[in-house]
């Protein structure tokens, strides 16, 4: 089952064209890796699916990523990427967290969407943080600021802030790229536990890691996506040369 | 050498002002209690029956001063929103100057504008409203402040980085709610210096409150009535010919540390609140 597909996707910043006509399936449920050296495009990519680029202005999309079971075209110009980005969430590259307590952190996505009800902010608070493994650690201080976390805190509290608003895919931006290596284990293994729950894509510099944790990978380069297949085909016996090239090291 | 010097004689000039206010002001207070004046709630120093109540003048300050945040805060801050998250580029590189001119205007011609354009508006729909009131006097003076609140608030809005923008419209989240939710919680060490600032300023302000609030003292906290405030009072007595070493010309120091310890207290209390709440993003 697909819960997204990426078709013909070309992304252009102003006059230069960073992502060419790229196609590949998102299965649900599972995690889909992004790999490629720097600059090929892999974040642009994840950044497409909720609509980051509108941020800033002179960025142009070609092509459609569908989300199913509706087949809303998420790149459409007359989409509103607001109503994107409350169906799709987002971890990004370094911890982010808002200057406010650890609760206004998690419950920030429900706020916005207007909800109210205090006894339903506090379940969803707290299955959120139970979701990202931070319960247990954060629980007796919900109301402290949210930066006396540790990095690896941090990143599994923006997780948890994600989460609260029950995404149907979850974006992770090279999310360990800012952490230590245990920190980094943590949120590997909360990642696996999550595709029971939510359609993942994962964009990483790390080939170990993409191996570790997904279900398939896409290779891409200068743009242009070189290679999707499942992770273990991919990392194992590869189609195509320069795929064979990047995850034997000899370059990138 | 010369650069420390340079840099020691700010130092050298603001003790010096400090000794002479406290120099002076302590032969003022051999002659009148403290509790006199802090209590007194007449200002008469050169009268024959003499009250030395600064509170009469210090509640002059205070009205003025608070018409003209309530005006200046939020109309600055909406600015500064406004010019940070909204504006295209090219617009604020436009507004931007333009609010700050507005600091350029020299402070005698906002007192007239206060008491001969502003008054007259405000006597139209308030009709017992005095010549002289607070009111008019505190709403102009809060168009002075407001482009310190909104240009020091945009500076510190804008040097909020985006990653943080981005973690809040990931979430769903519109650019007020944005703007609300992320962007000023992230700033707010910045925007309450800039409160303080514009604070320290209204208190300060002289020209605008001696043309169009009087010169009269009076212990009140309408605003509609006409008052003098502490730096009116010394503008007002310092341009007459008082002999020095007399006990009027020695109100002028208390006055003026009066003055001094509330712009102080002030900018104290920010500098705790600033460290309280500095993130580190």
Redesign the interface.
């Known amino acids: 089952m697909n819960k997204a597909e990426v078709k013909k996707l070309s992304f252009y910043y102003s006059s230069v064209q960073a992502l060419k006509d790229i196609s590949l399936p998102i299965e649900e449920k599972k995690v889909t890796a992004v790999i490629g050296p720097s600059g090929c495009g892999k974040s642009t990519l994840l950044r497409c699916f ?1 609509r ?1 680029h509108d ?1 800033y ?1 002179g960025n142009r999309y070609d092509g459609e990523i569908l989300l199913h079971p509706d087949s809303i075209n998420l790149v459409g110009a007359h989409i509103d990427p ?2 994107i ?2 169906r799709i ?2 971890v ?1 590259q ?1 911890p ?5 307590s650890i609760y206004e952190n998690v419950v ?2 429900l ?3 207007g909800i109210k009800k205090k006894r339903l902010i506090d379940e969803k608070c707290e299955k959120s943080l139970r979701d990202a493994a931070l319960w247990e650690e954060v629980k007796d201080r919900l109301h402290k600021p949210a ?1 006396n976390l540790s990095g690896g805190q941090q990143q599994r509290l ?1 997780i948890a ?2 989460l609260a ?1 029950e995404p149907e895919i979850l974006l992770f931006d090279e999310p360990t790229s800012a952490l230590d290596p245990i920190a980094t284990a943590r949120v590997e293994e909360l990642i696996e536990e999550l595709k029971e729950k939510v359609t993942i894509v994962i964009v990483t510099h790390n080939m170990q890691q993409a191996a570790r944790i997904s279900d398939s990978t896409a290779f891409l380069y200068m743009g242009e996506l070189i290679e999707f297949g499942k992770t273990k085909q991919l990392f194992t016996n590869p189609r195509e040369k320069k795929t064979e090239d990047y995850i034997t090291g000899r370059f990138g | 050498m010369i650069l420390f010097l340079a840099a020691f004689s700010s130092i050298a000039i603001t003790a010096g002002i400090i000794g002479i206010l406290l120099y002076e002001s302590l032969q003022f207070f051999k002659v009148v209690s403290l509790v006199d004046f802090l209590t007194d709630r007449k200002w008469t120093p050169l009268f024959a029956d003499a009250h030395y109540g600064i509170m009469s003048l210090a509640s002059g300050t205070l009205v003025t001063s608070i018409v003209a945040l309530v005006l200046a805060l939020p109309v600055g801050t909406i600015i500064a929103i406004y010019l940070s998250e909204y504006a295209p580029y090219r617009m604020r590189e436009i507004l931007k100057p333009l609010i700050e001119l507005l600091g350029a205007i020299p402070t005698v011609i906002y007192g007239y504008f206060a008491l001969l354009f502003v008054t007259p508006l405000l006597q139209f729909f308030l009709p017992h409203l005095s010549t002289f009131n607070m009111l008019s006097a505190g709403l102009v003076m809060g168009v002075m402040i407001i482009p310190y609140v909104s240009s020091l608030s945009e500076d510190a809005m804008r040097g909020v980085p985006m990653h943080i923008r981005e973690a809040s419209y990931a979430m769903g989240a519109t650019r007020f709610q944005t703007a609300l939710g992320a962007v000023m919680p992230s700033a707010f060490s910045g925007i309450s210096s800039a409160y303080i600032l514009a604070f320290s300023r209204a208190i300060g302000e002289t020209m605008v409150v001696a043309i169009a609030a009087g010169m009269q003292p009076n212990f009140t906290i309408d605003p509609r009535e006409p008052a003098a405030t502490i730096t009116a009072y010394i503008v007002q007595v310092s341009l007459g010919d008082l002999p020095h070493g007399t006990i009027g010309y020695q109100t002028i120091f208390a006055a003026g540390l009066m003055l001094f310890s509330m712009t102080f207290l002030f900018n104290l209390m920010g500098h705790f609140l600033k460290k309280r709440f500095r993130k580190v993003y």
Request: a positive charge.
């Open positions: 909720n980051m941020l202005p607001i109503e980005r409350m969430g987002m990004f370094k982010n967290p808002f200057p406010k920030y996505g706020k916005v969407r930066f923006c802030r994600a608003t």
